[in-house]
């Protein structure tokens, strides 16, 4: 079974970059019918998703995150990671790491990490 763990800081200070990493077993990250996203959802608000890299290594982002966001991966760890930057206590979110088949959707979850940014 495919199994998706987000792990890194539960709290980051404002100004600063929020540094996330998903290690991923059960599944390589390279397959290329999967891709693998960041997505997040903040208190009181719906999902927002934040980016994906594809099994090929290219990645897409959210345009309204574009400017702050990148997503790497460590093929040889099978772990892609997320880095945001210039955080402000409107990033505080749970962050998620998830894949998605070809067809859409995502079909495994992390179990989710909270983060909070504040001072």
């Known amino acids: 079974q495919v199994r998706p763990q987000e792990s890194g800081p539960g709290l980051v200070k404002p100004s600063q970059t929020l540094s996330l990493t998903c290690t991923v077993s059960g599944g390589s990250i390279t397959t290329t019918y999967y891709a693998w996203s960041w997505i997040r959802q903040s208190p009181g608000k719906g999902l927002e998703w934040m980016g994906v890299?594809?099994?090929?290594?290219?990645?897409y982002y959210n345009p309204s995150l574009k400017s702050r966001t990148s997503i790497s991966r460590d093929a040889s760890k099978n772990q892609f990671s997320l880095q945001l930057t210039s955080v402000t206590p409107e990033d505080t979110a749970v962050y998620y790491c998830a894949r998605v088949p070809s067809s859409g959707g995502c079909d495994y979850w992390g179990k989710g990490t909270l983060v909070t940014v504040s001072s």
């Open positions: 890299i594809h099994g090929t290594g290219s990645s």
